[in-house]
DNA sequence: CCTACCGATCGGTAGG
DNA sequence: CCTACCGATCGGTAGG
């Protein structure tokens, strides 16, 4: 009995590692608990803002304690960049899927039509189900540092730059009066707004909406 | 000894306020400091937000230690809902100037000219020098309690009623196509979103937005 | 990813 | 309006 050593392990044993117990199985948990936690703080900071949403409402809404999210993000800044860069992501993904889609069905689409797929999925981003990220990077500018601001803003010049060859191409056509910059801002700001007032389920829909915006905005083809 | 009773007190003595020494003298003081108060809030809500701003931030900004903002208002709410309270009212009287300004001029305005001025005028409430009332009634919203938003949606209405028989007359000539509350709602959008792009010194004036909006929205009369 | 914890800050108050 | 203070909460971290 006394002289019963432990086992000695085998030399080519795999060692341990030590610190952080990281799964050897599939990293779609570790993916998904980002996304749990993304999709917990967009809806809270859209709901009450960045500064009053503490990491600890976070942490709970997406099912952890008060210190994992930390484990995800280095801290709560960057949890909200992380936020918006996946708001613009899906915005410029999915217009470019509905300008696709939009092409393949008539195969001549007039810059009418293309503004009217841009705006009506603008608005689908904008106040659909499920659409809490691009109302927060709206919200929550100047709660971001500079360089994140920088970052963020690349997606978005992407995205908006789709907007221009179409207002250039309705300003020519004499549909869009005025500096196509300055209209350009203008309908963003008369879209971006319906954030404050619309109501999904009452009186007017995201179609009514979009053709409210081209009506008002677009003079009759000369 | 034992029978000595505490004296009675006269009972025509003057009882002395206890608690909180009110000045007697001139309340401007009082105004004055209530006002810096209003003023420093409204700056630090509008740069940081209203949670990210503490109340000791407020206090020195205005001149006074930490405790004292709550001399002049019940908590830290209070003090956001004055200063959206201040702005409606600052907004509507500088509105209903600008349109007694304008009709002195010309006697006959026209409804074109009319919203001119109303949108000349909102521009200059929301982008002017020393206009941070307006910008966080705007941006600031949820962080309001459901009695104080009635409370400033009152004044709220009163300001947008001013633009309705305004819109109206121009639906009416043609001018203005759509639905007129939708159409009320995009133009507000598409001024207030100036918040977040409007830079005083570069490009274009508060004269060159109020006409680009115009030009935007409004068809040739028929 | 959890436990246990720290230092800092915050809104607000008593008493003068 | 100041002084001095309190309880609560917060972002973040060490160690496992």
Redesign the interface.
Known sequence: MSDALPPIPPADEPRRARGRPRKTADERDDGNRRQDLLRAAARLFR??????TSTRDIATAAGMRSGSPFYHFENKEALLAAVMLEGMQRASSQQADAMQAAARHGQALSARDCLRVLVRNHLEVLLGAESDFIPVML?E???LSEPQRQAVNELRREYEAVWVPVLQALHDRGE????TS??R??????????V??FEPGRR?SLDD?T???L???L?EAV
Chains 1, 2 share one sequence.
């Open positions: 709901q009450q803002g960045f500064a009053a919200y500018w100047r709660s869009l009066s005025g500096d300055l209209a801002l203008m309908l963003f700001g008369a879209l971006n707004w319906a404050q007032w007017s909406l053709e409210a915006a009506q008002l905005f003079k």
